[in-house]
């Protein structure tokens, strides 16, 4: 017995694959605005995190792994800065996606945690973008005008 899929919806695909690419320059934006104001750089990027750290109110073994991560930032940093750019060009031209909607959500989930109580900070900004890249890697509208779709044909 075979199983049918669901007609697609038209303005399912362009609403999904619309998010994704916007999802996509968000993290292409952030990643300029980033590297403009110096944060991908060791010390600015480990004073960031110490700062998250010592303000916020992420639960603690959060906060012992963020500890970590700003004592190696000269790594931690450069990671940053690679993820930011591949995550955001591979959104928008949309490739891998099922891979990459999961990685984007999992480091939005860590940075809502890491945001959670910093001053300044409003942790929850961070669900929508979160829920757009789970979107992304499971639901197939979200691949409409992507480098998968054409690879799928």
Known sequence: MSVKS???SRGAE???SGMRILLGILFLT???S???KGLYEPDSYAGLIRGYAADGDAPEPWKEMMGFIADHASLFARLQLVGEIALGLLLVVGLWLRIVGVLA???LLGLWISEIGV?????????????VALA???VPEARRWSLDARRQR
């Open 105 to 107: 959500w999992a480091f």
């Open 6 to 8: 669901a007609p697609r």
């Open 119 to 131: 001053p300044g900070e409003w942790a929850w900004s961070l669900v929508f973008p979160a829920v």
């Open 34 to 36: 980033n590297l403009h």
């Open 136 to 138: 992304v890697a499971f």
């Open 30 to 32: 952030v990643w300029g």
């Open 14 to 16: 362009i609403t999904l």
